[in-house]
């Protein structure tokens, strides 16, 4: 079967990011022996475009190129129509297998001769350090203004209507180093006052629309000296965008508390990790997915989903970008996994959203 043969070849190969370019040569390899013409921009990310042979609204399809970086060996094999890593690390479905199944859906567009209204495809680079490759992309130079990115780790049918708003800390206290046998009392311990910070927090999931997290921390110089300083790394995500500036408030408020009943000063920078997008089952966008999933026998459902893909970036610029799931499970794990059912599935539901995209 073409798409697990390259999915196999794809998933061999590491790509962590910063690190795709082997990965890219194969991706533009595929493309060129199907006849199409890409390009890269200066970031690295892969751009075609199948022009329109009729009627209807074109489409643009994306998948990133980038994997958490691996562990150990990749080896991916085939057993019992699952395929999996041998090398006990991650595989790479994420993002490899949706990789695999956009380019074969465009194959078999060509070497089927099926008309379609434009069909366009972005690999990006660097999607797992906060979706980089689809901000540097000039989106400007897409034909179409719907699209599609897989990217969600849940059974095929499962549309996500909507991604979290986030916002990433950079906290550090400053305290006053002293000897911690001898003159103890002379010492501010950062580390106290953050670790009574972060105590503070609500962390977790908060709500069923918001969740936070402190993710790193580090401090101190020595056993015997009270450290004077600490930092730690945190976040907050939330489907609203006023909830999550007042939990933001919040932490600030439990820093700015700790920091002034540990006599130590406190340094705070606000990072926005990427902005939210919610969709309604009647939009354009998502009518089109629902159609093409039915039309593939698929049990359609819709959900939020608590991280971000390539979709935020491109929503956010204007665009109406859908994520669709499709089959990847304990993605980021040694257990990662794909079945063979679900990228040749992915395959037909491409084929599906290119066919009613010629009805819309």
């Known amino acids: 079967m073409e798409v697990v043969d390259l999915f196999l070849e794809l998933a061999a190969i590491a790509s962590p990011p910063g690190e795709e370019r082997p990965v890219s040569d194969v991706v533009v390899r595929y493309l060129r022996d199907l006849g199409l013409d890409s390009d890269e921009d200066d970031f690295g990310n892969v751009y ?4 329109a042979t009729g009627e209807g609204t ?3 399809f994306c998948a990133h190129l980038d994997t958490v970086p691996p562990d150990g060996p990749l ?7 699952v395929i999996r890593n041998a090398g006990g690390t991650i595989l790479g479905a994420d993002n490899k297998s949706a990789v695999a199944a956009m380019l074969e859906g465009a194959r078999r567009v060509l070497a089927e001769s099926r008309p379609h209204a434009g069909i366009e495809l972005l690999f990006t680079m660097q999607e797992e350090v906060g979706l980089l490759g689809a901000a540097a992309f000039d989106h400007r130079r897409f034909h179409a203004q719907l699209g599609y990115v897989y990217d969600q780790a849940a059974p095929i049918g499962e549309i996500i209507l909507g991604a979290p708003w986030a916002q990433g800390l950079e ?7 002293a000897h911690s046998g001898m003159y103890p009392e002379e ?3 950062a580390i106290q006052a953050a670790a009574k910070a972060i105590a503070d927090l609500r962390l977790g999931r908060v709500d069923d629309e918001t969740t936070a997290n402190v993710g790193v921390i580090s401090g101190g110089t020595a056993g015997n000296i009270v450290p004077e300083w600490c930092s730690f790394l945190a976040e907050a995500r939330c489907q609203d ?3 999550l500036n007042d939990l933001v408030q919040e932490m600030l408020d439990a820093f700015t508390f700790a920091a002034t009943n540990g006599d130590c000063e406190i340094s705070t920078t606000l990072k926005k990790t990427y902005r939210g997008y919610r969709f309604a089952k009647g939009d354009d966008v998502v009518r089109l997915a629902a159609a093409a999933l039915e039309r593939c026998g698929r049990t359609v459902g819709y959900a939020l989903s608590g991280g971000a893909a390539d979709a935020n970036s491109f929503n956010e610029r204007g665009l109406r970008c859908v994520n669709l799931a499709n089959g990847m499970t304990d993605i980021h794990t040694p257990n990662e996994r ?3 059912d679900d990228l040749a599935g992915m395959v037909d539901v491409t084929l599906a959203l290119i066919e009613v995209a010629r009805a819309a």
């Open 48 to 51: 075609a475009r199948i022009e």
């Open 58 to 60: 074109p489409l643009f």
């Open 75 to 81: 080896r991916p094999v085939l057993e019992d129509g």
């Open 171 to 177: 906290v550090t206290f400053h305290g006053r180093a």
């Open 187 to 189: 010492g501010r311990s």
């Open 241 to 243: 965008e006023r909830k």
């Open 338 to 340: 794909i079945a063979v």
